[in-house]
Nanobody
Framework: QVQLVESGGGLVQAGGSLRLSCAASGRTISSYIMGWLRQAPGKEREFVASIRWTGNYMYYAQSVKGRFTISRDNAKNTLFLQMNSLKPEDTAVYYC????????????WGQGTQVTVSS
């Protein structure tokens, strides 16, 4: 089992920044791919970014590339998402998720944290 707890969401004006954190716990954390996904009102959940826990392979959705940065602190078992130049369309509930290297679907999820960007 992997437990994930997000924090850092809030209300910010367009052009501002926020940093989300995800505290992970459980066995074999180092073997998981970690990611951020988001769900806006009335829309399907979508991929934002992912990173391998033991490597530097990072992937981003085109909509956030160049503005968001995913990173992790292995010593603290914490995942981050630095969000800069925020836009109103970034408003969503952001979820931290984890999956094994050979799995296609995200298996473990956090409870989500709300990010609201005002225009």
């Amino acid at each position: 089992q992997v437990q994930l707890v997000e924090s850092g969401g809030g209300l910010v004006q367009a052009g501002g920044s926020l940093r989300l954190s995800c505290a992970a716990s459980g066995r074999t954390i180092s073997s998981y791919i970690m990611g951020w996904l988001r769900q806006a009102p009335g829309k399907e959940r979508e991929f934002v970014a992912s990173i391998r826990w033991t490597g530097n392979y990072m992937y981003y959705a085109q909509s956030v590339k160049g503005r968001f940065t995913i990173s992790r602190d292995n010593a603290k078992n914490t995942l981050f998402l630095q969000m800069n130049s925020l836009k109103p369309e970034d408003t969503a509930v952001y979820y931290c998720a984890a999956r094994g290297l050979t799995e296609v679907k995200w298996v473990y999820w956090g409870q989500g944290t709300q990010v609201t960007v005002s225009s």
